[in-house]
């Protein structure tokens, strides 16, 4: 039986976020990922979730049927696609009432793929599905390595922009390109890891039993980022089209 936590989650070295319509780009910090509080079995609730809305209770409780039913579909598809990688999946709310809507894939001090769901997230889905959906997204984004792609690119463009300004006698000008380099090399291929993710975790979310075309619903109610330059996700349609066309080879249409 999984362990769900609730708790304040810090997080660094992350992969992939669902924002809601109200959100703007996701935080990231500098801190090791950390629940702060002891981790709750599923079948009970932190008082002040037990004490919300009938709806979060709901919505509480449909997450927890989620884990559940994707969990052991991400670990069985982490170990025959990624053997080297630690599957261990473990999943968490992040209860800080200040933290933005969002949702990220991240790794624990040991090593263990977390994934988790700022609580306004979940206060924004509207569906079992749509819930199923961000949290095969994200697993799928640590299956295809999308955290080590990513700190690989960002090293790379760290000391391409490092050389380019090697001969500056200001030490703080290097260091500066580096750090632009990576803030770029980071992004390179950010929106090709986002339609990766989608399409891997259209197929989780249909192996644990949920609609994958229904829990896609909710790009319908993000901001669209369209095609900016050196933004991290591509455009609504593109990635709806993926997911549409994902879900048609698993039988699955909009008729």
């Given amino acids: 039986m999984f362990r769900l936590t609730f708790g304040i989650i810090v997080a660094a070295s992350l992969a992939g976020c669902a924002v809601s319509p109200d959100a703007r780009a996701p935080q990231q910090t500098t801190a090791s990922p950390a629940p702060v509080v002891p981790d709750v079995m599923p079948d009970t609730m932190p008082a002040a979730v037990a004490a919300a809305e009938p709806d979060a209770r709901a919505s509480v409780r449909s997450l927890i049927a989620a884990v559940d039913a994707i969990e052991p579909v991400a670990e069985a598809m982490c170990r025959d ?14 209860m800080n009432p200040n933290a933005q809507p969002n949702a990220f894939q991240t790794l624990d001090k040991s090593g263990r793929p977390l994934i988790a769901m700022t609580v306004a997230l979940l206060a924004e889905t509207r569906n079992a ?3 199923a959906f961000i949290l095969s997204h994200e697993a799928a984004h640590h299956i295809e390595g999308h955290l080590d792609r990513q700190r690989r690119n960002a090293t790379i463009g760290a000391a391409i922009m490092g050389q380019l300004v090697g001969l500056s006698d200001d030490p703080a000008v290097g260091r500066k390109a580096a750090e632009f380099g990576a803030a770029i090399g980071a992004r390179a291929y950010s929106k090709d890891f986002e339609l990766e993710a989608d399409t891997l975790g259209t197929i989780i979310a249909a192996q644990a039993g ?4 229904r829990g896609a619903d909710f790009f319908f109610r993000i901001p669209d980022p369209g095609n900016t330059f050196l933004g991290t996700h591509p455009a609504n349609a593109d990635r709806l089209r993926v ?3 994902t879900a048609a080879r698993l039988g699955f249409t909009n008729s």
């Fill in 210 to 213: 949920y609609n994958p075309l």
């Fill in 81 to 94: 696609r990624s053997p080297t990688l630690n599957c261990d999946f473990e999943f968490a709310i992040d």
């Fill in 129 to 131: 599905d749509e819930i």
């Fill in 243 to 245: 997911v549409t066309r």
